[in-house]
């Protein structure tokens, strides 16, 4: 039996989750992927000029590309740019795809459907000439039946898609431009399941069972009424667990929601450690045919958010040790690929993430499957604002004819997810200050509770209580008079904040009926690999933003200590400790997993990326990284930092990171420097060392033996690059990626960490580069070109997978240094 806290509990959410690929039997499988296709390749794409007045003709250029394509990732950084600093000083513009493609014969009994699930912005779609209808958001999905206008058979069609971003700037950070998410082409028989027409909850999980409800919406598209049977059976991997059938009669042209309901013995359940998943694979059969196949891939799992214990999965208490990303995948901009997504997971699972916040705006789907295969508990967010703008051009303008549509549509696509766990309405909305605020909060819940009763919904407010403006580094204007009317209203089922770390242990005081949840915290800054030589004598962040950022930090590099941060939030260590010391508190989203394209903070050139980030935008971990795998992974970690290449006699800070030890001693040179330990509530440890070239060595002990050692050493001048790839076996499918990291090394082998080389790259065989990248804020070097500039010793290639198997040769060079190889094989 599950156990609950019933004088405490505010709600108990048991829900089940959809993946692309189902679990099942192999013939299934077919007839699921037979439903849904790629439909990415074969495009055709054209960027328009000044000059082309808003029209393609007969003349317009074309290029040859495949999707999902971001073209604004394409361009120039220019400090002029429309986008502004916040969209990364890339441009947007207007551009135009199309496709020419046949339909089979057979099916044009059959209804055909084109799903994009993401194109940034104010999209239209034709097809063979006739207007399919317009989605200004960039963030969400949708589909045109394209049936009525097809032709079958070896007569062509063509689809056309306008996208729309040149009225800029229309988002604070950057958004990318174009279809950036996958399409797809979808046929069923005229009776079907309906788009995202799913709906599979356990409303009971005890004694051994779990209740499965599955709720179906069903079309019938036949001028005449037709009787069908519908057949869902539940897999576990290849193993039928059930099933159920049941026969209905459908209304000519006319839609109808069917119950059905199961039982699961000992059913094994979704949590983060081991997210089993379950799938339900529905059959629609009319006229002794099978018309549709449809998969829902799911997991059982119960959970609450209580007012004592915070967080309770499946009956255990977990804190949320979460991140907030965004949605570009750092060089490659935000053309959507799931390695490249599936690899910033696991460097956060390697962590000890447990949580993501889709900031500020519905994800591509393929990100919430991947949290159900790798175990995330994921804040699903809907807006960024409501009716009052952030930027001129954003989602403001849209918002009175499209909210409802569009939190309605991410609702039905994401609510099937088991790694969902809660809904967010908005971030940091104006309105949260006013009664509209609360009118619109109310609007929003209500809808969500229409659609999703099973979810708890929230908004990451700023913050949802007053904080003193004198308290040290927090700054809210207008706040500290004002209730916050969207907290008050009785919309939220948790009460989210936004930084204010300060306040959170009042919170039982402020709202002692509503639970707990940091929806984004700390904001601190870190530019990779760069140090001031003492730690407590950096250039501290100014106290207001617009103070020039350069002043204090040369070529608007930030101290990878943990010591700078916006003036609205905290340090790593500070806001952690507070969310780790009480149990109430539910748990956390750090403000940032990864760095991101846009949002310098300040906003000040030539910086054109954020530095939010715990992992930089190639994906290397910043040192704050290991502070985090220290305090939320049970591994054994070890980090010390900084480098090791400084003037003789300067005085350096050394700082330690660990765990499973009671000590670490520190070695320069073979001579102890003292044994440390964390005191109270510390979260490292430091020594400061007047500087002697040579090998920094850290031991940690537990019990007076050794657990880890790690050291750091002196470089000579760079010398050799050193290839390293993270898979050196990808599949040919003209898709998936291997990360090459190249380090600069001197003569002997040791990491040159202050070394910022220039490094072209060249590839051999049946694949291409798609992105290079250092991780710094301020280069303005392409992330699509052969060469870029390393950032203390380091710098990224990836490589892209062509669609016929081949051994790849990827070459790293710098002027100077001895060239190194990696080879990767690719095969189907």
Not at 276 to 292: P, W
Not at 308 to 324: A, E, R, S, T, W
Request: charged share 20%; hydrophobic share 35%.
């Amino acid at each position: 039996m599950i156990k609950t806290y019933t004088n405490t509990i505010i709600k108990s959410f048991a829900v089940l989750g959809l993946l692309t690929i189902a679990a099942c039997s192999s013939s299934d499988n077919k007839a699921v992927s037979d439903r849904k296709v790629a439909f990415n390749t074969g495009w055709q794409f054209h960027l328009n000029t000044p000059t082309d007045n808003d029209t393609i003709t007969t003349t317009t250029q074309w290029r040859a590309l495949n999707l999902p394509h971001d073209w604004s990732i394409e361009g120039a950084f220019d400090e002029k740019s429309p986008a502004g600093y916040g969209g990364g000083s890339l441009t947007g513009g207007l551009g135009w795809y199309k496709k020419t493609f046949t339909v089979k014969a057979e099916d044009s009994t059959k209804i055909t459907s084109v799903v994009f699930d993401g194109v940034y912005r104010n999209s239209q779609v034709w097809i063979n000439g006739h207007y399919l209808g317009k989605r200004p958001n960039g963030y969400i999905g949708f589909r045109y039946n394209l049936t009525p206008y097809l032709n079958y058979g070896d007569k062509q069609n063509e689809i056309i898609v306008k996208a729309d971003n040149s009225k800029q700037p229309n988002s604070r950070w950057y958004s990318g431009s174009g279809i950036y998410r996958n399409v797809w082409m979808e046929t069923t028989g005229k009776v079907h399941v309906a788009a995202e027409g799913t709906y599979i909850t356990t409303p009971v999980v005890a004694n051994g069972k779990a209740t499965i409800k599955l709720q179906t919406i069903l079309k019938n598209e036949y001028a005449a009424e037709k009787a069908a049977t519908i057949t869902t059976t539940i897999f576990k991997g290849d193993s039928k667990v059930t099933e159920v059938s049941k026969e209905v009669k459908l209304s000519a042209n006319a839609e109808q929601t069917l119950q059905q309901e199961a039982t699961i013995d000992n059913p094994v359940l979704w949590d983060i450690e081991h997210p089993e998943l379950y799938t339900a694979v529905t059959e629609v059969k009319a006229d002794d045919e099978v018309l549709d196949t449809y998969a829902t891939p799911f997991g059982i799992r119960t959970f609450t958010f209580d007012l004592n214990k915070g967080f309770i999965l499946n009956g255990k208490q977990v804190k949320i040790k979460g991140v907030c990303l965004h949605h570009d995948l750092g060089p490659l901009g935000s053309a959507f690929n799931t390695r490249a997504m599936e690899r910033e997971l696991q460097i956060m699972k390697d962590m000890g993430v447990n949580g993501i916040r889709t900031s500020h705006n519905p994800p591509a789907p393929e990100l919430l499957d991947l949290c159900d295969k790798m175990g995330f508990i994921v804040m699903d967010e809907a807006y960024d604002m409501w009716k009052q703008q952030k930027t001129p051009f954003d989602y403001s303008n849209d918002w009175d004819k499209w909210h409802v549509t569009d939190l309605k549509d991410q609702l039905f696509r994401d609510r099937n997810h088991p790694s969902v766990f809660m809904w967010s309405i908005g971030n940091e909305i104006p309105e949260q200050w006013n009664e509209q605020g609360a009118a619109i909060g109310k609007e929003l819940s209500a809808i969500v509770k229409s659609i999703d009763p099973t979810r708890p919904v929230t908004a990451a407010m700023n913050p949802p209580i007053a904080v003193n403006p004198t308290e040290a580094n927090i700054q809210f204007v207008n706040t500290a008079d004002k209730p916050n009317a969207l907290a008050a209203s009785g919309a939220l089922d948790i009460i989210g904040y936004n930084y204010a770390h300060q306040t959170y242990a009042k919170h039982k005081i402020n709202f002692p009926k509503t639970a707990f949840i940091a929806t984004e915290t700390t904001s601190a800054l870190a530019t990779r690999g760069y140090y001031d030589a003492k730690s407590d004598t950096v250039k501290m962040w100014p106290k207001r933003w617009d103070i020039p950022f350069h002043d204090g930090n040369p070529g608007n590099t930030v101290s990878a200590y943990d010591q700078i941060q916006a003036p609205w939030g905290s340090t790593h260590e500070a806001t952690w400790k507070v969310i780790k010391k009480h149990d109430y508190l539910a748990g956390m989203f750090v403000w940032t997993g990864f760095d991101y394209i846009g949002e310098p903070t300040p906003y000040e050139w030539p910086s054109v990326s954020s530095y939010f980030g715990i992992v930089d935008l190639a994906g290397f971990p910043k040192d704050v990284y290991y502070m985090y795998q220290s305090e939320w992974t049970t591994k054994d970690v070890l980090h010390i930092l900084p480098h090791w290449n400084w003037k003789t006699g300067q005085d350096v800070d050394v700082w330690a990171y660990y765990n499973n030890a009671d000590e670490v001693e520190l070695y320069l040179n073979g001579k102890s420097l003292g044994k440390k330990s964390k005191q109270g509530d510390d979260l490292h440890i430091m020594w400061r060392v007047p500087y002697q070239p040579g090998t920094l060595k850290a031991i940690s002990r537990k019990n007076g033996k050794t657990v880890l050692e790690k050291e750091v050493k002196t470089a000579g001048a760079p010398a050799a690059l050193k290839a390293t790839a993270d898979r050196a076996k990808i599949t040919a499918d003209g898709a998936d990626l291997s990360y090459i990291t190249v380090d600069i090394t001197d003569a002997n082998g040791v990491f040159a960490a202050t070394a910022n080389n220039e490094i072209t790259f060249s590839l051999k065989g049946n694949g291409k580069i798609v992105g290079v990248c250092s991780g710094d804020p301020v280069s303005h070097e392409s992330y699509k070109g052969n060469k870029h500039t390393a950032l203390s010793g380091k710098c990224l290639v990836i490589v892209q997978a062509g669609d016929k198997a081949d051994n790849l040769e990827l070459t790293a060079s710098a002027a100077g240094l001895k060239k190194a190889t990696v080879s990767i094989t690719t095969s189907k």
